[in-house]
């Protein structure tokens, strides 16, 4: 009898998953809630290491490896530490290189500085480079569309140009631009680098594999402030942050790619008689060009992402113009620039993917005009187009409009939409704040409140016992140590706000994702038609969706729960489309002849065949809600976000704590990742598919 | 004259340990005991010889050993231990750039799925063995137009793999291994992946390449109607082993083992045995009219003989009579009793 009850129990998830409840509950209820509890809260033993994290760092800083340095200023030998001289040349090298693009677009003397003295410079004010007319650049973007892309992509790019121009954006698109350019180069080669070296060593893929795990969940923000310590403010701090978030998906796309190569190519390769440097070059890494060039794209793609977030340690560009109106509250502005790097990010998104897909044509008997047509063009346009400008000069008496569009002078829209929003706030003041209200006082208070309610051991028996459940016990006991590091610590109340929100947030959007994805995939042309939606959603950074929803909702949880409900949904659905679109058609067919109806079909044949793919779809809406619910500290929440968003302006502990909060949401993320993928792993391998 | 490819004593074992086991084992493999050990056998003991201008088929189900075979000989994989010359030199001991040179110089391989280049045409693909070894674009791409109507796919020159059926993409697949014009040619079973109407095609096709080039050549097939076919002589492996390797007409008449012997059972003899094997050759002055050669296949001179009322003589190659035929011999051979 007894032993019937514990078979039952050992072959029955549900079972198991009950009585985790009934324990979870009990423990819940019977923990007393009082300070010096062990079992409420643990005592924050790893207290130290922020502390310590700082110190190692402004040790590296300040006392490591001492250099002698001679300083031409003060005329002698000074002792610097070599690591800090290592950082400031890196932050040189890059600020020249962005200078450098900035000034060959927009104009100026800076880079010219560079190379004479300061008084000379003075002396002949002639001497500065000039701007590339903005008429120009509409001509060079038009026609480097056509050439990628024919018309369509010509007028994409032409008139998205001419829109940045004519509405004073100019000067911050530019300077976006020349931050992206010198960014994505470095981070294709650091992420080729890394995934040939990760392709060709199994080792090394082992030990970039948890590393690029935790660089990915890791929250932009947490980086911000130990790359102000180590780099100081400027573009350069900038463009280092976007480096180390865009780098991991290219080094992971290019050993995606590398691996996906059949062997027999390989052996191809080799048998045709390739060295080793041939077989890299002109085999593996052209046949893994479609997956290294998506990496591309993503990289572009992070860079635009992360244009706001670069500019709280000093990148300029669109980014700091939509930062400061959401500072002051101009939701007009903030709109403008927004669509300004939306508008970009899509014609990079376009351009880079058209480059992917080009083929050269070997065959083309073409004289050297035909060939370098549209180059030609270019340079004749640069030239008139200046010439014409330059003549301008006399005409105009204080602002070359031929050059610049200052944004005061441009047309704008803002107004518009600030009407808009204002005649929004008055139709719906009232149902949009007693919704606000509700959803506040009755879904989100008691839900944060019953989190924070929690006592440790109920949160970590939970967490364990799902994970040995669906994992077994070294999955639980991983999952249990990462808990455990952050439960130990002083901010474990603020992780549980950060989970509250989070959770929250996963459920909606994957709810959201099934039904929509479900809906759509139900035709091919659905699936094709949302799939272009979620790409183009994809192109939008994420901080793009707070702007509409802090006017809707103000500065309140609500607000940063719906961006990122909005933001999430567009994973689950792409994974529940993809999911439900590789349910094999055989089955579908059994599925009606066997006369179950088009619900039945979903609930009993559609939707378990996709659940694994579709929990990897939750897998990313987990990562994508973190990243948002922190971002959302830049509206002022009170999760772990805002004390990252608070280490910004603690320069003196802050990188310590901020890559200590940034490392809790990483492992929350990644404890949720592991539990998930067992469990998607285990549902494939009971269907079959794996 | 010394046979283009020696094998000896050849193992292939998988494996950390293979080595050291193989070693201990004293050459005397059990597939069983090795993979108890953690060790797949891939080739167990191979030794022949394949001779200049003469065509090996392996055959073998699949898992036998067959393309690890041929991957040891192209040196794709290091063999564990054994002997492998090409033309009386160990390649075992050859040094990386040794490798390559013999690799751009004298073999050529094709492969199963066909393994093309996707970002480049045909013409390149053809001509990329010869760039690789760095023969100028024009001349490369001479050369390859030359491969091109070799194996008949004039006029897609600039499509690109995926623009072409399987049947097509094999054919661009044989043209670069032939483009740096090898003595030795890999065909790692370069048809399988085809539908039987191109495959059969295809056969001819090679055929008919091969009366023209005259290579050596080891060719790897599961299907054992195309190595009759094809086949100066035939290697059956199993489990790594090779069981037998002889004539087909041999292999059909005299299997070596049970397991070549299930091989041969279904197939018809009549498409394998020459006339040679069935003659009465105790009359060499036999009279009549019509006469069959003695290298002839039975099926193709069976009507022949069945409709002719008068005894048929054999003659050989240079037509001097060298037996006679009794049509009840080819009735049994046809529908056996
Ligand atoms: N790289 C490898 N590592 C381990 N075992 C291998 C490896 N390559 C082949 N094997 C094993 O060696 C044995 C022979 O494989 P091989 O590919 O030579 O067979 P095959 O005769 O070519 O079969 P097929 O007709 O399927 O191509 C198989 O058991 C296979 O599993
Ligand atoms: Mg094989």
């Not at chain 1, 082992?206 to 947490?222: D, E, I």
């Not at chain 1, 099934?514 to 659905?526: D, L």
């Not at chain 2, 066909?114 to 100028?136: C, D, R, Y």
């Not at chain 2, 006029?155 to 044989?174: A, D, H, K, T």
Request: charged share 20%.
């Amino acid at each position: 009898m007894d032993k019937n009850y514990l078979n039952i129990i050992r072959s029955s998830k549900p079972a198991q998953f009950g009585i985790l409840l009934i324990v979870f509950l009990l423990l819940y209820n019977l923990v007393p809630h009082n300070e010096g509890n062990y079992f409420w809260r643990l005592p924050s033993l790893l207290a130290f290491i922020p502390i310590k994290l700082n110190e190692i760092i402004y040790a590296a800083l300040y006392e490591w490896f001492p250099l002698k340095v001679w300083d031409p200023i003060f005329e002698m030998y000074e002792e610097k530490a070599a690591f800090r001289e290592f950082t400031k040349s890196i932050s040189k090298g890059l600020l020249f290189l962005i200078t450098f693009v900035r000034e060959l677009l927009l104009g100026g003397d800076k880079i010219i500085d560079v190379f004479v003295s300061d008084a000379w410079l003075k002396d002949n004010d002639w001497m500065t480079w000039p701007a590339l007319p903005w008429t120009a650049a509409t001509v060079g973007a038009f026609l480097l569309g056509f050439q990628l892309g024919g018309i369509r992509l010509a007028l994409l790019g032409g008139i998205g140009s001419l829109y940045v121009s004519i509405f004073g954006n100019w000067v911050p698109s530019i300077q976006t631009l020349s931050f992206v350019l010198i960014t994505t180069p470095i981070c294709f080669v650091l992420g080729l680098s890394f995934g040939i070296w990760g392709y060709l060593d199994r080792k090394v893929e082992t030990a970039l594999q948890p590393v690029l795990n935790v660089m990915q969940t890791m929250p932009q923000f947490a980086y911000l402030v130990p790359i102000i310590a180590l780099f100081g403010l400027g573009d350069h701090a900038g463009s280092i942050a976007t480096i180390v978030i865009a780098t991991p998906p290219m080094i992971r796309n290019t050993i995606l790619g590398l691996k996906r190569i059949s062997p027999e190519v390989v052996e191809a390769g080799l048998m045709s008689g390739c060295t080793k440097t041939q077989l890299l070059f002109k085999v593996l890494i052209p046949t893994a060009r479609r997956d290294i060039l998506n990496g591309v794209n993503t990289v572009i793609m992070q860079c635009l992402a992360m244009v706001v977030i670069a500019s709280f340690v000093g990148a300029k560009g669109l980014g700091l113009n939509l930062k400061i109106a959401l500072n002051s509250l101009k939701i007009g502005k903030a709109a403008e620039a927004g669509f300004c790097i939306v508008l970009i990010a899509v014609i990079l998104d376009r351009f880079t993917k058209a480059w992917a897909n080009k083929q050269v044509d070997y065959f083309e008997n073409l004289t050297f005009f035909q060939r370098y047509k549209l180059l030609i063009i270019f340079g004749t346009s640069i030239l008139i187009f200046s010439i014409i400008a330059f003549i301008a000069n006399g005409y105009f008496d204080k602002i070359n409009y031929l050059y610049v569009i200052p944004i005061e002078k441009g047309f704008t829209f803002a107004h518009y939409i600030d009407a808009a929003v204002d005649w929004v706030w008055e139709t719906f003041f009232y149902s949009l704040n007693s919704f606000n209200k509700f959803l506040l006082t009755e879904v989100l208070g008691p839900m944060k409140k019953a989190y924070l309610g929690m006592p440790v051991v109920a949160t970590l028996t939970l967490t364990m016992g799902v994970a040995y459940i669906i994992g077994g016990i070294r999955t639980s006991l991983l999952v249990g140590g990462m808990m455990l590091f952050i439960a130990m610590s002083k901010y474990w109340d603020r992780a549980l706000i950060t989970m509250y929100m989070a959770t929250f947030a996963v459920i909606m959007a994957s709810l959201n994702g099934i039904i929509v994805g479900s809906i759509f995939a139900q035709t091919e042309r659905g699936s094709k038609i949302i799939l272009s939606v979620c790409d183009f959603f994809e192109t939008f950074p994420s901080f793009v969706y707070l702007i509409p929803v802090i006017f809707l909702f103000n500065i309140t949880d609500t607000s940063v729960l719906i961006a990122a409900i909005v933001y999430a949904t567009v994973p689950a659905t792409r994974y529940t489309v993809w999911g439900l679109n590789s349910v094999p058609l055989s089955l579908h067919e059994a599925g009606t002849m066997s006369g179950v109806s088009r619900i039945q079909r979903w609930t009993n044949i559609e939707i378990p065949l996709a659940f694994p793919t579709i929990m990897l779809g939750v897998n990313q809406t987990v990562v994508f809600t973190l990243q948002m619910v922190i971002l959302g500290a830049l509206i002022g929440t009170e999760d772990l976000g805002q004390l990252i968003f608070g280490a910004l302006s603690r320069a003196q502990d802050g990188p310590g704590v901020a890559i200590t909060l940034g490392l809790f949401v990483s492992l929350m993320a990644i404890s949720v990742d592991v539990i998930v993928r067992k469990w998607a792993e285990e549902r494939k391998k009971a269907l079959g598919l794996a | 004259m010394s046979p283009t490819i020696s094998c000896s004593s050849v193992y292939k074992i998988f494996g950390n340990n293979a080595k050291t086991l193989l070693s201990e084992s004293g050459g005397n493999v059990d597939a069983k005991k090795f993979q108890e050990a953690g060790c797949i056998v891939g080739v167990n003991n191979a030794s022949f010889d394949v001779n200049q201008g003469e065509m090996l088929v392996v055959m073998g189900l699949s898992g036998s050993g067959k393309s690890t075979l041929l991957r040891c000989i192209s040196r794709l994989t290091d063999a564990t231990s054994g002997k492998i010359l090409i033309d009386g030199e160990d390649i075992c001991l050859m040094n990386n750039k040794q490798l390559i040179e013999l690799r751009r110089e004298k073999m050529g391989m094709v492969f199963q799925n066909f393994a093309l280049l996707p970002h480049k045409t045909v013409l390149e693909n053809i001509a990329f063995p010869l760039q690789v070894k760095g023969v100028t674009t024009e001349n490369s791409i001479y050369k390859a137009l030359e491969m091109v109507e070799l194996v008949g796919l004039k006029g897609r020159e600039n499509y690109f793999p995926r623009e072409l059926s399987g049947g097509q993409q094999q054919r661009v697949g044989i043209a670069r291994s032939l483009a740096v014009e090898p003595d030795i040619w890999f065909l790692d079973e370069p048809f399988s992946a085809l539908d039987p109407l191109i495959r059969k095609e295809m056969q001819d096709e090679f055929l008919r390449l091969q009366s023209v080039l005259n290579k050596t050549i080891m060719f790897v097939t599961h299907d054992f109607d195309e190595a009759l076919r094809l086949a100066d002589r035939i290697a059956i492996m199993k489990d790594g082993i090779i069981e037998q390797l002889d004539k087909p007409d041999n292999i059909v008449l005299n299997p070596a083992t049970d397991y070549v012997r299930k091989f041969t059972e279904d197939v018809p003899r009549e498409k394998v045995l020459k006339i040679e094997s069935i003659m009465d050759a105790s009359d060499p002055h036999a009279s009549g009219e019509i006469a069959v050669k003695k290298d002839d296949i039975i099926e193709t001179v069976a009507e022949k003989i069945l409709n002719s009322k008068e005894i048929i003589k054999v003659v050989d190659d240079k037509n001097s009579v060298v037996g006679s035929i009794n049509p009840s011999k080819v009735i049994k051979v046809l529908f056996g009793g």
